[in-house]
């Protein structure tokens, strides 16, 4: 059974940092984009980045430059670093899977449709 689970959300004060980690379980990591998305109460579902098979990144404008995403292929594991962290990045976060197409990675940040999602992890962030 294809798993994501997300860790590491909490409660931080603002300009602090998180690292969320997302663990896949269950299908082969490899050949798979990962994404990070966010929502937020009373919003719709955001993307936040992506890391593509071969590690190229794409990130939404509003967290360019505060957050990191990485992958660990042997842990298969994908990470979000935050730093710098706005009340506004208060969410629930959810990771995110996609199946890419062998010899075309994924190469932007929207306009696709992710095959397995995770549960969610909640930061919050206080001013």
């Known amino acids: 059974e294809e798993q994501l689970v997300e860790s590491g959300g909490g409660l931080v004060q603002a300009g602090e940092s998180l690292r969320l980690s997302c663990v896949v379980s269950?299908?082969?990591?490899?050949?798979?984009?990962i994404g990070w998305f966010r929502q937020a109460p009373g919003k719709e579902r955001e993307a936040v980045a992506c890391?593509?098979?071969?590690?190229?990144?794409y990130y939404a404008d509003s967290v360019k430059g505060r957050f990191t995403i990485s992958r660990d292929d042997a842990k298969n594991t994908v990470y979000l670093q935050m730093n710098s962290l706005k009340p506004e990045d208060t969410a629930v976060y959810y990771c995110?899977?996609?199946?890419?197409?062998?010899?075309?990675?994924?190469?932007?940040?929207?306009?696709?449709?992710?095959?397995?999602w995770g549960q969610g992890t909640q930061v919050t962030v206080s001013s």
């Open positions: 995110a899977a996609i199946i890419e197409v062998p010899g075309r990675p994924v190469s932007d940040l929207e306009g696709y449709r992710y095959d397995y």
């Open positions: 269950g299908f082969t990591f490899v050949g798979h984009a």
């Open positions: 890391i593509n098979s071969i590690r190229n990144t």
